[in-house]
C-alpha cells in the first residue's frame, strides 16, 4: 500500500498536461513504471489519481460486488465513468484529458493533495475554497471519525 505525504501547486499547460513535482515522483518512483488510472471524485469536483495497484485492490473490492442487483451495477457504471490509463511522458508530465479536465474545472494553477494511497487533483480554486469551507466543520468531524477508536496497537486513540 502506497502512503502519500504532502499537498503541492503545480501548473497546467494550455495543453492539459501538468508536471509531477519531483517530491510526487520521488514517492512514487517504485511504482512509476506500473503507470495509473485517473477517475473523477465521487465527493468533490476535483480528479483521483490512482497508482494502478492501489486500482487494481479497489476493483478487487468492487468486483465482488453482485451485478445482477441494479444498484451494485448502477454503482459500478458511475465509479468507472471516465476511467482513464495514464503514464507520464519522458518529461515527467502527465496529460489530463480534456473530459477529466473539464469535469475538475481545471485552469492553469493546480493543486495535487495526497489523500493516503491516492492524489487528488483541483483546480486551486475549489481546493482553496473547499478547505475553507470544510474547516468550520472539521473538529466535529475528526472527534465522530476518529473518537470512538481505541487503543489497541493498531488503532488510534
Given at each position: 500500500?502506497?502512503?502519500?505525504?504532502?499537498?503541492?501547486?503545480?501548473?497546467?499547460?494550455?495543453?492539459?498536461?501538468?508536471?509531477?513535482?519531483?517530491?510526487?515522483?520521488?514517492?512514487?518512483?517504485?511504482?512509476l513504471?506500473?503507470?495509473f488510472?485517473?477517475?473523477?471524485?465521487v465527493?468533490?469536483?476535483?480528479?483521483?489519481?490512482?497508482?494502478?495497484?492501489?486500482?487494481?485492490?479497489?476493483?478487487?473490492k468492487?468486483?465482488?460486488?453482485?451485478?445482477?442487483?441494479?444498484?451494485?451495477?448502477?454503482?459500478?457504471?458511475?465509479?468507472?465513468?471516465?476511467?482513464?490509463?495514464?503514464?507520464?511522458?519522458?518529461?515527467?508530465?502527465?496529460?489530463?484529458?480534456?473530459?477529466?479536465?473539464?469535469?475538475?474545472?481545471?485552469?492553469?494553477?493546480?493543486?495535487?493533495?495526497?489523500?493516503?494511497?491516492?492524489?487528488?487533483?483541483?483546480?486551486?480554486?475549489k481546493?482553496?475554497?473547499?478547505?475553507?469551507?470544510?474547516?468550520?466543520?472539521f473538529?466535529?468531524?475528526?472527534?465522530?471519525?476518529?473518537?470512538?477508536?481505541?487503543?489497541?496497537?493498531?488503532?488510534l486513540?
Open positions: 500500500m502506497v502512503n502519500l505525504i504532502g499537498t503541492y501547486e503545480c501548473k497546467a499547460d494550455v495543453k492539459g498536461r501538468l508536471m509531477l513535482p519531483s517530491t510526487v515522483k520521488k514517492q512514487l518512483s517504485s511504482i513504471q506500473d503507470g488510472v485517473l477517475k473523477r471524485s465527493f468533490q469536483p476535483c480528479l483521483e489519481l490512482y497508482p494502478m495497484g492501489e486500482w487494481n485492490a479497489m476493483m478487487s468492487v468486483n465482488k460486488l453482485n451485478r445482477f442487483v441494479k444498484k451494485n451495477n448502477d454503482f459500478i457504471r458511475r465509479f468507472t465513468a471516465g476511467v482513464k490509463i495514464i503514464e507520464l511522458d519522458v518529461s515527467g508530465r502527465m496529460l489530463i484529458p480534456k473530459d477529466l479536465h473539464s469535469f475538475a474545472g481545471i485552469s492553469k494553477e493546480v493543486v495535487l493533495s495526497s489523500s493516503v494511497n491516492i492524489i487528488e487533483i483541483w483546480d486551486k480554486a481546493y482553496e475554497k473547499a478547505i475553507n469551507e470544510a474547516t468550520v466543520d473538529a466535529d468531524l475528526a472527534e465522530e471519525v476518529m473518537g470512538n477508536l481505541n487503543e489497541d496497537g493498531d488503532e486513540s
